[in-house]
């Protein structure tokens, strides 16, 4: 079974601080992506990642930067924290085209 | 742009009941891919269903069917024999054959299942 692991369940943060998400995968997936859900929202796309280095921006980019530095790792950076940022984020994999995304458990993020 | 929304924010049924969740979709694509994804409380995103547009039969698995119909942009999933395990947070799901594979979501229907 494919294993996305998010590296917190629940996070509370200040206004204005640097935020990172950590989301590592154990199956050698290209693909990888972060979503934010909200209620009455569904899942958005934030940023996306084909390969090691490159990433390409999804529908909400604004305040958010990603790194992928290593293939099975896969980070989400808010880089100055606000309150509408608070939200739940998910991270998902994707082993080959047309194939399903998995996804991890997500991170409830909470922005004071 | 695609989009996808699902018209019923929350359902409910008794165990053992059939219930039908509705998803309707736009996009000039001719062929891609449709999914129901089902959320529980735990938070773990389960694919429950794929179907692919250019396939005329529809997708089955288990208690899990869809009836999809690619004239009219619906793609509804149909749940047999509810269990009490079926709660959870259903979403529907659209994505491109070719370019960038992003998963479009629908809003979400909350499904509860009353013993």
């Known amino acids: 079974d494919v294993k996305v692991t998010q590296s917190s369940r629940y996070l509370v943060k200040r206004t204005g601080e640097k935020v990172f998400l950590e989301c590592v995968q154990d199956m050698d997936h290209e693909n990888m992506f972060w979503y934010r859900q909200d209620p009455g929202l569904g899942l958005r796309l934030i940023y996306f990642?084909?390969?090691?280095?490159?990433?390409e921006k999804g529908d909400i980019p604004e305040g958010y930067s990603v790194s992928r530095e290593k293939k099975e790792r896969f980070s989400l950076i808010l880089e100055s924290a606000s309150t509408n940022q608070t939200s739940m984020y998910l991270c998902a994999t994707q082993g080959r085209l047309n194939q399903p995304q998995h996804f991890g458990d997500g991170t409830r993020l909470s922005i004071l | 742009a695609q989009t996808v929304t699902q018209s019923q924010p929350e359902m409910s049924v008794q165990e053992a009941e059939t219930v039908t969740l509705s998803c309707t979709y736009d996009t000039s694509e001719s062929n891609y891919y449709l999914f129901w994804y089902k959320q529980p409380p735990s938070r773990q995103m389960i694919l429950v269903i794929r179907?692919?547009?250019?396939?005329?039969q529809n997708a089955t698995e288990n208690r899990f069917s869809v009836n999809f119909q690619k004239a009219a942009k619906s793609f509804s999933l149909k749940i047999s024999d509810s269990q009490l395990g079926d709660t959870a947070m259903y979403f529907c799901?659209?994505?491109?054959?070719?370019?960038?594979?992003?998963?479009?979501f629908g809003q979400g229907t909350r499904l509860t299942i009353n013993p």
């Open positions: 990642s084909y390969d090691v280095k490159m990433k």
């Open positions: 799901a659209f994505m491109k054959h070719r370019g960038a594979q992003k998963l479009v």
């Open positions: 179907q692919e547009a250019y396939k005329q």
